[in-house]
């Protein structure tokens, strides 16, 4: 089976990498190519819902593919809420387990654009100035700047200096727009 599936992928394209078990698997050093694990249950030693479990730390962000002769619908369901993007019972057709690979690969591609993306917002909030922070957490809460200033001391005119600044250095356009911000780099600016 691994050597039909690996003959498919590389006849579409694919760079491939076979491994005989789990262990062989997890001695490699983890990828950071786009790439995608075809995984069948059943294996040597350790099974693939064991394996998908210890790459849940290891590798968060590789997607997996279960193929199996022997699942049932608890199994299924499990890797599923686990994470995996199909579970396939063996036979299967080749068109299936492309489709489910093109689909592994898309959404690994779009995880990787967010990782960056929350990446350079969490750089541009770490540009901020524990003032400036301050200003922002009331900001995203809604609060009116003269409440803002009411709350940290300083006057309504500093206060729009620094949401002036804070706009400056996330380079957000509008309000709106920077709590969308702090949403997608998973920034929860502590209360002032």
Same mark, same amino acid.
């Given at each position: ?66 193929? #199996? ?12 809420? !686990? ?31 967010? &990782?960056?993306?929350?990446? !350079?917002?969490? &750089? ?33 005119? &500093? ?10 250095? &996330? ?10 911000? #702090? !949403? ?9």
């Amino acid at each position: 089976m691994r050597a039909a599936i690996d003959s498919l992928l590389r006849s579409e394209g694919y760079s491939v990498r076979s491994f005989s078990s789990a262990a062989e698997f997890l001695s490699r050093p983890a990828t950071k190519a786009l790439a995608c694990l075809v995984l069948d249950v059943d294996l040597p030693g350790q099974n693939g819902l064991e394996l998908q479990r210890a790459l849940a730390s290891r590798e968060p962000s590789l997607p997996v593919v279960f193929i #199996t002769g022997h699942g049932d619908i608890r199994m299924s369901v499990r890797a599923i809420k !686990e994470g995996a993007i199909e579970f396939l019972p063996k036979p299967f057709l080749d068109n299936d387990l492309l489709g489910a690979i093109g689909q592994a690969l898309e959404k690994a591609a779009a995880a990787r654009v967010a &990782t960056a993306e929350a990446r !350079e917002l969490r &750089t541009r909030f770490d540009s901020l100035t524990p003032r400036e922070r301050q200003v922002l957490t009331g900001v995203v809460a809604g609060r009116l700047n003269k409440q803002i200033a009411h709350d940290l001391g300083i006057s309504e005119v &500093t206060v729009k200096i620094h949401r002036g600044q804070v706009m400056q250095k &996330t380079r957000a356009g509008s309000l709106p727009e920077l709590v969308r911000m #702090t !949403e997608r780099a998973g920034i929860a600016p502590a209360h002032p």
